[in-house]
Protein backbone atom coordinates (compact mmCIF):
# COMPACT_ATOMS: atom_id res chain seq x y z
CA UNK A 1 0.00 0.00 0.00
CA UNK A 2 1.23 3.29 -0.76
CA UNK A 3 0.41 6.78 1.24
CA UNK A 4 0.60 9.94 -0.50
CA UNK A 5 -0.09 12.97 1.90
CA UNK A 6 -0.77 16.67 0.28
CA UNK A 7 0.14 20.18 1.97
CA UNK A 8 0.82 23.50 0.74
CA UNK A 9 -3.44 24.50 -0.09
CA UNK A 10 -5.01 27.39 1.44
CA UNK A 11 -7.04 30.76 0.71
CA UNK A 12 -5.04 33.21 -2.23
CA UNK A 13 -6.15 36.13 -3.76
CA UNK A 14 -7.05 36.18 -8.01
CA UNK A 15 -3.52 35.95 -9.28
CA UNK A 16 -1.20 35.27 -6.26
CA UNK A 17 0.52 31.55 -5.97
CA UNK A 18 0.95 28.56 -4.28
CA UNK A 19 2.78 25.40 -3.74
CA UNK A 20 1.47 22.19 -2.90
CA UNK A 21 3.82 19.40 -1.88
CA UNK A 22 2.51 15.31 -1.91
CA UNK A 23 4.99 13.42 0.20
CA UNK A 24 4.81 9.65 -0.65
CA UNK A 25 5.37 6.21 1.42
CA UNK A 26 7.59 4.95 -1.52
CA UNK A 27 10.36 6.39 -3.56
CA UNK A 28 8.65 8.71 -5.83
CA UNK A 29 10.62 7.70 -9.28
CA UNK A 30 9.59 4.14 -9.35
CA UNK A 31 6.08 4.98 -9.61
CA UNK A 32 5.21 5.01 -13.80
CA UNK A 33 3.83 8.11 -13.64
CA UNK A 34 2.57 10.85 -10.80
CA UNK A 35 0.30 13.80 -10.97
CA UNK A 36 -1.95 16.19 -9.65
CA UNK A 37 -5.71 16.41 -10.01
CA UNK A 38 -8.38 18.49 -9.02
CA UNK A 39 -12.35 18.22 -8.24
CA UNK A 40 -14.67 21.64 -8.00
CA UNK A 41 -18.06 21.44 -6.22
CA UNK A 42 -20.32 19.40 -7.98
CA UNK A 43 -17.78 18.54 -10.76
CA UNK A 44 -16.02 15.71 -11.85
CA UNK A 45 -12.43 14.65 -11.05
CA UNK A 46 -10.16 16.40 -13.39
CA UNK A 47 -6.33 16.05 -14.54
CA UNK A 48 -4.28 18.89 -13.30
CA UNK A 49 -0.95 17.76 -13.85
CA UNK A 50 0.95 14.64 -14.60
CA UNK A 51 4.73 13.34 -15.10
CA UNK A 52 6.05 10.31 -16.36
CA UNK A 53 8.69 8.39 -14.97
CA UNK A 54 10.86 9.76 -18.17
CA UNK A 55 10.05 13.07 -16.92
CA UNK A 56 7.61 13.68 -19.74
CA UNK A 57 4.97 16.42 -18.33
CA UNK A 58 1.27 16.68 -19.16
CA UNK A 59 -1.23 19.73 -18.68
CA UNK A 60 -4.76 20.70 -19.01
CA UNK A 61 -5.34 23.15 -20.91
CA UNK A 62 -6.92 25.02 -18.58
CA UNK A 63 -3.48 25.25 -16.18
CA UNK A 64 -0.88 25.30 -18.92
CA UNK A 65 1.80 28.12 -18.64
CA UNK A 66 0.63 29.01 -14.75
CA UNK A 67 1.22 25.63 -13.44
CA UNK A 68 4.33 23.36 -13.32
CA UNK A 69 4.47 19.89 -11.77
CA UNK A 70 8.15 18.82 -10.29
CA UNK A 71 9.43 16.01 -8.42
CA UNK A 72 12.07 16.08 -5.86
CA UNK A 73 14.48 13.76 -5.41
CA UNK A 74 16.21 14.52 -1.94
CA UNK A 75 12.53 15.52 -0.08
CA UNK A 76 10.84 12.52 -2.18
CA UNK A 77 8.27 14.70 -3.31
CA UNK A 78 5.73 15.45 -5.65
CA UNK A 79 5.33 19.04 -5.83
CA UNK A 80 2.85 21.51 -8.17
CA UNK A 81 3.76 25.53 -8.53
CA UNK A 82 1.03 27.24 -8.99
CA UNK A 83 0.69 31.02 -10.62
CA UNK A 84 -1.80 33.38 -11.59
CA UNK A 85 -4.27 31.88 -10.04
CA UNK A 86 -8.28 32.09 -10.45
CA UNK A 87 -11.21 31.68 -8.94
CA UNK A 88 -11.88 28.87 -11.33
CA UNK A 89 -8.95 27.06 -10.02
CA UNK A 90 -10.73 26.47 -6.80
CA UNK A 91 -11.03 23.01 -5.81
CA UNK A 92 -9.83 20.08 -3.70
CA UNK A 93 -6.49 18.84 -5.07
CA UNK A 94 -5.28 15.17 -5.40
CA UNK A 95 -2.41 13.78 -5.54
CA UNK A 96 -2.08 10.60 -7.71
CA UNK A 97 0.23 7.69 -8.10
CA UNK A 98 0.70 4.74 -10.49
CA UNK A 99 2.61 1.53 -10.72
CA UNK A 100 1.36 -0.95 -13.20
CA UNK A 101 -2.34 -1.23 -13.00
CA UNK A 102 -2.74 0.51 -9.23
CA UNK A 103 -3.29 4.01 -8.75
CA UNK A 104 -3.40 5.49 -5.08
CA UNK A 105 -4.78 8.47 -4.32
CA UNK A 106 -3.96 11.38 -1.54
CA UNK A 107 -6.73 12.51 1.03
CA UNK A 108 -6.24 15.72 -0.65
CA UNK A 109 -5.95 19.40 0.07
CA UNK A 110 -8.51 22.44 -0.18
CA UNK A 111 -7.40 25.43 -2.45
CA UNK A 112 -9.58 28.70 -2.37
CA UNK A 113 -9.08 31.71 -4.97
CA UNK A 114 -11.27 34.38 -3.69
CA UNK A 115 -10.73 38.03 -3.11
Known amino acids: QVQLVESGGGLVQPGGSLRLVCGASRRIFSFDAVGWYRQAPGKQRELVATITKGGTTTYAESVEGRYSISRDIVMNTINLQMDSLKPEDTAVYYC?????????WGQGTQVTVSS
Open 96 to 104: NSKLGPDSF
